[in-house]
């Protein structure tokens, strides 16, 4: 059976304060631990304090020397394609090539007006995204779509493009992964949900001419944690997005690191090879200790 890789969600600004931490200070925290990557979501104006994602993962990025750095997920639609264009560059120059850029078109519309961009755009506006975006880390003169201005841009300095992973489980995004990315990335299903996607994802590969994209999956986790946070968890997912309680019950990652290792490896089973982890409960420096322990269960 294949190697799988487990990545972490950095703290938010709230759990930061919470456990005396720098962002800076989590990377490196993540990092010594053993764990493959670090990432932070990409959000405009959800109502609460958050960092800005290409900031936040710079700030990773200088700290560390290994972990992957990425995005869970950028939002490319919502901004002018040359900017958005310039952030990833930039994250994949400091970093010195270790991003990972997960890509998605969500948000709520809240974001996309906070950003002036049309909700109904958002699809068209991330494929046009995922299509430009290698020409421009290239360095090549582009013409941009959705601007008067027909003269070409060019941005240096020229970098390598990341892998990209769509994000999302539904239909949309993995026709855009089979198409457009190296791999997909969806949050908060089931084993069963990403065997049936794994095979989808590769018919749909195939009929491009391009092999399967790897798979990601995200998921909350409290290690440790028993029957009482499993179902807090599952409670929020089901509020936060308006998902039937039964459907996410089992979810949410708990129990001793051999339990969560065992749940990680029917992921595995079914076509994934990489899991990022959000902390949803308990101190944050120890639950990216066990995740560590659960990541070493798993070793091939």
């Known amino acids: 059976m294949g190697s ?5 969600i950095l703290p938010g600004i709230a759990v930061q304060r919470r456990d005396g931490l720098t962002v800076a200070e989590a990377a490196r925290h993540a990092e010594r631990a053993g764990l493959d990557g670090v990432w932070h979501g990409d959000h405009l104006a959800v109502g609460g304090p958050v960092l800005d994602a290409p900031i936040a993962l710079a700030t990773a990025a200088a700290a560390t020397t290994r972990v992957r750095i990425g995005t869970s997920v950028f939002i490319p639609a919502i901004r002018p394609l040359a900017w958005a264009a310039k952030q990833v560059a930039t994250l994949q120059y400091v970093s010195e090539e270790r991003l990972v850029l997960g890509v998605g078109s969500g948000g709520g519309p809240g974001q996309w007006a906070a950003a002036g961009v049309p909700y109904g755009e958002r699809g068209r506006r991330t494929d046009a995204a995922l299509e430009l975006l290698p020409r421009l880390l290239a360095g090549e003169a582009v013409v941009l779509p959705d601007t008067d201005v027909q003269q070409p841009v060019q941005l240096a300095p020229a970098v390598a493009m990341p892998p990209v992973w769509v994000g999302n489980a539904s239909a949309a995004a993995i026709r855009r992964a089979a198409r457009l990315g190296d791999g997909w990335f969806p949050s908060l299903i089931s084993p069963e949900e990403v065997a ?10 195939a009929g491009h001419g391009r092999p399967a994209p790897v798979i990601a999956i995200g998921g909350a986790a409290h290690v440790g944690g028993g029957a009482a ?21 089992g979810i949410p990652l708990t129990g001793q690191p051999e339990e969560v290792a065992e749940r990680l490896a029917e ?7 990489h899991a990022v982890i959000g902390v949803s409960g308990g101190d ?3 639950q990216v200790d066990l995740l560590a322990e659960v990541r070493a269960l798993l070793l091939p």
Do not use: C, K, N
């Open 4 to 8: 799988f890789e487990i990545g972490v």
């Open 196 to 205: 049936r996607g794994r095979d989808r994802l590769a018919e749909l590969a």
């Open 229 to 249: 946070a499993q179902a807090e968890i599952a409670a929020g997912i089901s509020g936060g997005y308006g998902r039937p309680l039964e459907e996410v019950a």
């Open 267 to 273: 992921y595995r089973a079914a076509g994934a090879g």
């Open 284 to 286: 944050w420096r120890a």
